[in-house]
């Protein structure tokens, strides 16, 4: 499914899941996050080819392949986190979806820890080549 299609198909499935909330809220609801499911994978499934085209780009660009998969996992965790968030909040649960948020943020940062770490260490070097 391409990105015009998957759009469609969301269009579509939230006119319907509005129409049947209105007479069953539950049914409503299960449907609308069942077609965010099928449009979650069909773009993930696309997603999958652009993987590989980053790193070659990374590859080519002397980065490491430790680098991107730390950014891609940053990437990863923001789209999940604001994705459970947004669910929650559809769900009226908004306490839950704050902390659907916070947990998403201080995971990106424990994750890209490692990574400004050796940031820095390679610009105390260039500086400790400069002087």
């Known amino acids: 499914m391409d990105l015009y299609s998957a ?3 969301a269009a579509a499935a939230a006119v319907v899941g509005f129409t049947v909330r209105r007479f069953e809220r539950e049914a409503g609801r299960m449907l609308t996050i069942a077609a965010g499911a099928i449009v979650m994978l069909s773009v993930l499934a696309a997603f999958s080819g652009v993987l590989g085209d980053l790193g070659t780009v990374a590859s080519e660009g ?6 991107l ?3 891609m996992k940053a ?3 923001a789209y999940l986190s604001r994705l459970a968030s947004s669910l929650c909040r559809d769900l009226e649960e908004s306490s839950l979806a704050d902390i659907c948020d916070l947990t998403g943020r ?3 940062v424990v994750t890209v820890l490692p990574l400004l770490r050796s940031i820095a260490e390679a610009m105390t070097a260039l500086v400790n080549e400069l002087l």
């Open 7 to 9: 759009l469609g198909f």
């Open 69 to 71: 998969l730390t950014a």
């Open 106 to 108: 201080v995971l990106i």
């Open 62 to 67: 002397g980065l490491g392949g430790g680098e």
């Open 75 to 77: 990437v990863g965790i």
